[in-house]
């Protein structure tokens, strides 16, 4: 099977511009979650779509938005984009069936907002 | 909430050595899942190994290892006979396992891992 994939792998941005991250799960998986990781604030849980509803969310402003689609793919969106934006972006697919728990990660997208 | 502390931001090992990297957590859950990442410097996350709370028998896989100690909340990875390959940043994370919506990993800062030929 495929892993999970990420595009765009490299992205850089300006302050106030916005900017849209698409993940792609490994087959048959229905659930996506995405992370931020930073050198100072390692990694940071941001939140979890399954069967298109957001799930799960965690401590980042309403400017970080995320969507789930009918294949599971998932996109996340960022407003108005800060210095502090910059970072590694990963998503992470799970199975989501009973007795599943494992999270497998894709190569994220890395942002530079200048 | 829960926490995950790595207390060894580095550490260096001889290849075909052995090395433990510690990890404790803080819970008030009893029923949870603890995993061992692995990532490279080409940046992809890898999953090395899992473990299930309600097991009592630590997880092993080939050259890793686990000691889970429940009671001290703490859960060190061990690798054995280390290679080159195995240089990376470790993440230690929780995950509770109440409910069906509970796929947040919690994280550790990491230990950098170094492999001296």
């Known amino acids: 099977k495929a892993g999970v994939t990420q595009t765009p792998r490299y992205l850089i941005k300006t302050r106030g511009q916005q900017v849209t991250l698409s993940c792609s799960p490994i087959s048959g998986h229905r659930s996506v979650s995405w992370y931020q990781q930073t050198p100072g604030q390692g990694l940071q849980f941001l939140f979890e779509y399954f069967s298109e509803t957001q799930r799960n969310k965690g401590n980042f402003p309403g400017r970080f938005s995320g969507r789930q689609f009918s294949n599971s793919r998932s996109e996340m969106n960022v407003s108005t984009l800060e210095l502090g934006d910059s970072a590694l972006y990963l998503c992470a697919s799970s199975l989501a069936g009973a007795g599943s728990y494992e999270q497998y990660f894709g190569p994220g997208t890395r942002l530079t907002v200048t | 909430a829960q926490t995950v502390t790595q207390s060894q931001p580095e550490m260096s090992v001889q290849e075909a050595e052995t090395v433990t990297l510690s990890c404790t957590y803080d819970?008030?859950?009893?029923?949870?899942?603890l995993f061992w990442y692995k990532q490279p410097p080409s940046r992809q996350m890898i999953l090395v190994i899992r473990?299930?709370?309600?097991?009592?028998q630590n997880a092993t896989e080939n050259r890793f290892s686990v000691n889970f100690q429940k009671a001290a909340k703490s859960f060190s990875l061990k690798i054995s006979d280390s290679q080159l390959g195995d240089a990376a940043m470790y993440f230690c994370?929780?995950?509770?396992?109440?409910?069906?919506?509970?796929?947040?990993?919690?994280f550790g800062k990491g230990t950098l891992l170094t492999v001296n030929p």
């Open positions: 994370a929780y995950r509770s396992a109440g409910g069906g919506s509970n796929y947040k990993l919690t």
């Open positions: 819970t008030s859950e009893s029923d949870y899942y």
């Open positions: 473990q299930e709370a309600y097991k009592q």
